[in-house]
Nanobody, 122 residues
């Protein structure tokens, strides 16, 4: 079955960097658009970034210029490099996969990971 496993979360200070990874299995990774979403306590899940099968990417305005999404099809892994982290970036980060649509809408993504916690202290 399809599995998406996130890693790399942790507790950092404002201004620090983190790199999240999402390892995929059970699917033809190169055929899937991959995305990162996040959910902070008491808030709805929100889009962060996505990368399609041609490695084109799109970002939420709140992270543009600070976060970079990338993929390594040989390793079946998608990454989220997060720089200049802010306390508002504190959330559980989820990766998701879609082989039909690409973009910022969560319903487009069929498969989801369990999430990794990112906490940014001020």
């Amino acid at each position: 079955q399809v599995q998406l496993v996130e890693s790399g979360g942790g507790l950092v200070q404002a201004g620090d960097s983190l790199r999240l990874s999402c390892a995929a299995s059970g699917l033809t990774f190169s055929n899937y658009a991959m995305a990162w979403f996040r959910q902070a306590p008491g808030k709805e899940r929100e889009f962060v970034a996505a990368i399609n099968w041609r490695a084109s990417s799109t970002y939420a305005d709140s992270v543009k210029g600070r976060f970079t999404v990338s993929r390594d099809n040989a390793k079946n892994t998608v990454y989220l490099q997060m720089n200049s982290l802010k306390p508002d970036d504190t959330a559980v980060y989820y990766c998701a996969a879609s082989n039909t649509l690409y973009g910022s809408r969560a319903p487009a993504y069929k498969y989801w990971g369990q999430g990794t916690q990112v906490t940014v202290s001020s």
